[in-house]
């Protein structure tokens, strides 16, 4: 089992950036792919980054490529979300997402765990 907790969402104006972190308690942080996605009001909820176990492969959605960065640190079973630039239609609540696997995915259904989420507001 993994409790996922994402910090660091805010209000901040466009062109901004914001730093999202995601703490992960459990054991074999270090086996397990993770990923951001996001869900706008009256949204579906999408995929954002995602990041394999190593750090090495990482997958960005169209829309935040170049803006955001995803990393990981292992030893303090934390994976992070840097987001540059940010724009009104960033604007969402941010979760955090495991795979019991260690190569990264963009489908929701391919994720075991989730956080709470964490609102990200862009005003113009």
């Known amino acids: 089992q993994v409790q996922l907790v994402e910090s660091g969402g805010g209000l901040v104006q466009a062109g901004g950036s914001l730093r999202l972190s995601c703490a992960a308690s459990?054991?074999?942080?270090?086996?397990?792919?993770m990923g951001w996605f996001r869900q706008a009001p009256g949204k579906e909820r999408e995929f954002v980054a995602a990041?394999?176990?190593?750090?090495?492969?990482?997958s960005y959605a169209d829309s935040v490529k170049g803006r955001f960065t995803i990393s990981r640190d292992n030893a303090k079973n934390t994976v992070y979300l840097q987001m540059n630039n940010l724009k009104p239609e960033d604007t969402a609540v941010y979760y955090c997402?495991?795979?019991?696997?260690?190569?990264?995915?963009?489908?929701?259904?391919?994720?075991?765990?989730w956080g709470q989420g964490t609102q990200v507001t862009v005003s113009s």
């Open positions: 997402a495991a795979r019991k696997d260690l190569i990264v995915a963009r489908a929701r259904n391919a994720y075991d765990y």
């Open positions: 459990g054991r074999s942080f270090g086996r397990y792919a």
């Open positions: 990041i394999s176990w190593s750090g090495g492969p990482i």
